[in-house]
């Protein structure tokens, strides 16, 4: 099966820190997803999010600019591997460009990823400041 990669970018008026502490933190974590996650937030540290349907691992730190995570969802076949998130924090005069690089994503789910991030991630990103 052929695996893809979406690339995206946003400028979001908080921080590199609080939006980096605020992904790996469990409870505020789930206030932006709106849904229960946990999360242990060191490299080798296990992540569930929303019931267990997103499974994955937390591969590389580096606070405040980069987290790298393995990401698997319950749709997954189990002959796929996982795929693989890395976001990317740059600090701006007015707040932080965040980058997200999202690879090895089975062809049928390209688009629901790229949703996911564009239409839910994004905009809950923006609309609660992600505030400690």
Request: proline content about 7%.
């Amino acid at each position: 099966m052929r695996l893809h990669t979406i690339e995206l970018a946003t400028d979001l008026f908080v921080p590199p820190l609080q939006i980096y502490d605020t992904w790996l933190d469990s409870a505020r974590h789930s206030l932006l997803a709106q849904s229960p996650a946990q999360i242990d937030p060191r490299v080798g540290g296990q992540y569930s999010l929303w019931g267990g349907s997103v499974v994955g691992e937390l591969v590389y730190l580096e606070r405040p600019r980069v987290i790298a995570q393995t990401w698997r969802t319950a749709d997954f076949r189990p002959e796929f591997d996982d795929s693989r998130l890395e976001l990317s924090f740059e600090e701006r005069v007015n707040g932080t460009h965040l980058r997200v690089l999202h690879s090895h994503i089975p062809a049928p789910m390209v688009s629901i990823f790229r949703s996911a991030w564009t239409e839910y991630y994004f905009p809950r990103m923006t609309t609660i400041g992600i505030s400690s």
